[in-house]
């Protein structure tokens, strides 16, 4: 048994120890120069961790001022669009309100409803009576008692109809055939007020384009200033590693770790800004809400945002270091 076992071990171990066939030369520097690559990029990073962490109350501040320039037009964002989402749909807001005669019966406004029903461009339509409407009037107005002194009830029938298109010019050919049908005294299309959400909804998002591309403008010089005194503080080094042949890449690379570490710091600083503000508002709105009868509520911020607002931030900081170590470089250039 151990003699026929013998030749196969020797058999594994010649195998295993026969030289491995030679590698092409430039598989070989490829895999040299890669290695070399990463590890150039991991010393730069590792040196410039280090370095911010030998001022960290410094590098707090200057994430924390980062930061905030960074949640101000977000937070109008998000705030943008918790009011859009108040405001309703379109389908939802465009109602047109058919004001019956005062001596209009039940029986008659609910035909009315049926009848429009039926029409191709209405989806939906409900009759309010006399009585329900005066119900629903004193239970939002708070006038109770005050409505319930009067002779007579004042308030007319209502048909509520919703339809299945939105465009204005068909909305309001819908208004003016509605207009003309039995014991309507007056169509409203209640849609003006939309249009006025809408206007300052759109004018909401020009400030906040306008406040982004200021604030965006002050976290570049705020970082490129920043990089600067870190430059200043190696102007020696920096000027010794030009002189034994340091390339503009080597060079610039431990500060533009550097910017993208101070963007990232920023990033999630005003993520949880904005978190933690969006929170806070939230419990006001709630409250006020309620007093509406309404279960409104602010939605937080959503992740795809958050992370979007990180990986600006980090952007924001490559960029602005790249800026500022170009400008040193060409100081530096031999004239």
């Not at 005050?146 to 299945?164: C, M, S, Y």
Request: with cysteine; proline share 4%; net charge negative.
């Amino acid at each position: 048994m151990s003699a026929t076992r013998t030749p196969r071990v020797a058999e594994r171990i010649g195998a295993g120890s026969q030289p491995e066939p030679d590698r092409p030369d430039d598989e070989l520097d490829f895999r040299g120069l890669l290695r070399a690559w990463l590890e150039s990029h991991r010393a730069s990073l590792v040196d410039s961790l280090k370095r911010l962490g030998k001022h960290p109350i410094g590098s707090l501040f200057t994430c924390l001022v980062m930061a905030v320039a960074l949640s101000l037009p977000m937070g109008l964002a998000l705030l943008l669009d918790n009011v859009e989402r108040l405001g309703g749909s379109w389908q939802r807001a465009a109602q047109i309100s058919l004001f019956l005669s005062m001596d209009a019966e039940a029986l008659e406004g609910a035909a009315l409803r049926e009848r429009i029903a039926e029409m191709p461009e209405v989806a939906e339509a409900q009759w309010i009576s006399r009585d329900q409407a005066l119900e629903e009037f004193q239970q939002l107005a708070g006038l109770g008692e005050v409505l319930r002194e009067l002779p007579e009830n004042p308030l007319p029938g209502v048909v509520l109809v919703t339809p299945h298109e939105v465009d204005r010019a068909q909305l309001e050919a819908l208004r003016a055939e509605l207009a003309e049908l039995p014991d309507v005294e007056l169509a409203q299309l209640d849609l003006l007020w939309v249009e006025r959400l809408t206007a300052i909804l759109r004018l909401g998002d020009r400030f906040v384009f306008g406040l982004s591309l200021l604030l965006i403008a002050t976290l570049l010089l705020v970082i490129g200033n920043t990089i600067r005194l870190h430059i200043e503080n190696r102007r020696t080094e920096i000027e010794v590693v030009k002189l034994v042949g340091g390339t503009d890449g080597y060079v610039r690379r431990p500060f533009l770790y550097m910017g993208a570490l101070y963007g990232l710091g920023a990033g999630l600083l005003a993520w949880l800004l904005l978190a933690y503000g969006m929170a806070w508002l939230d419990e006001a709105v709630i409250d006020l809400a309620g007093l509406y009868g309404s279960d409104f509520g602010l939605f937080g911020v959503p992740v795809d945002d958050g992370v979007s607002l990180v990986v600006g931030a980090i952007l924001l900081g490559y960029i602005g270091a790249w800026l500022a170590v170009a400008r040193h470089l060409r100081e530096l250039a031999p004239r």
